[in-house]
T-cell receptor
Framework: DTAVSQTPKYLVTQMGNDKSIKCEQN?????MYWYKQDSKKFLKIMFS???????INETVPNRFSPKSPDKAHLNLHINSLELGDSAVYFC????????????FGEGSRLTVL | AQTVTQSQPEMSVQEAETVTLSCTYD???????LFWYKQPPSRQMILVIR??????QNATENRFSVNFQKAAKSFSLKISDSQLGDAAMYFC???????????FGTGTRLTIIP
């Protein structure tokens, strides 16, 4: 069983469209994340939810809206896509005891044309 | 704000040799965690090794070990007996205890020369 799964793995769309990426974890973790990896491989945190509550909201355009229906799911909806949104988006979850590392999904490569 | 610096964008090593990847970080906290992640061409992020700041002993996982220098805020990764499968981007990451945010460095691309 995949611990953190994201869908879709690849997404190609036109500027101005709206798209969503879904994420599910079966690890029983309370905290989930969205990270963006740009073309230079830089990983930047976007959002974090703890047990459905938003706890980290970095400087991200409000076209990006996360939603967590329960602690095992964290979805990302993006409105009015722009060329600069092209990136790989990683979902991750984390065990919050001492030394808890991030468990990542396989990433979703978004290409905006 | 915490920052993580990886000063080597690219490194290469001969197969079976040893290579060390550098990482420094900046924090005013005393209780934190450090991680090294590997990202092969498949793009999957894989945990290589982790270190808790309160532990003086350097972490080791098979061929991977760290040199944790708390006073110098340095956390380097040593890969011994390098293998072709070690070729990947390596990211250093930092998190304060009790803080949900992991901050990543800019990564080092490691090439293994056969």
């Amino acid at each position: 069983d995949t611990a953190v799964s994201q869908t879709p793995k690849y997404l190609v769309t036109q500027m101005g469209n709206d798209k969503s990426i879904k994420c599910e974890q079966n690890l029983g973790h309370d905290t989930m994340y969205w990270y963006k990896q740009d073309s230079k491989k830089f990983l930047k945190i976007m959002f974090s939810y703890n047990n459905k509550e938003l706890i980290i909201n970095e400087t991200v355009p409000n076209r990006f809206s996360p939603k967590s229906p329960d602690k095992a799911h964290l979805n990302l909806h993006i409105n009015s896509l722009e060329l600069g949104d092209s990136a790989v988006y990683f979902c991750a979850s984390r065990r919050m005891d001492r030394g808890g590392e991030l468990f990542f999904g396989e990433g979703s490569r978004l290409t905006v044309l | 704000a915490q920052t993580v610096t990886q000063s080597q964008p690219e490194m290469s090593v001969q197969e079976a040799e040893t290579v060390t990847l550098s990482c420094t970080y900046d924090t005013s906290e005393s209780d934190y965690y450090l991680f090294w992640y590997k990202q092969p061409p498949s793009r999957q992020m894989i945990l290589v090794i982790r270190q808790e700041a309160y532990k003086q002993q350097n972490a080791t996982e098979n061929r991977f070990s760290v040199n944790f220098q708390k006073a110098a805020k340095s956390f380097s990764l040593k890969i011994s007996d390098s293998q072709l499968g070690d070729a990947a981007m390596y990211f250093c990451a930092f998190a304060n205890f009790g803080n949900e945010k992991l901050t990543f460095g800019t990564g080092t691309r490691l090439t293994i020369i056969p």
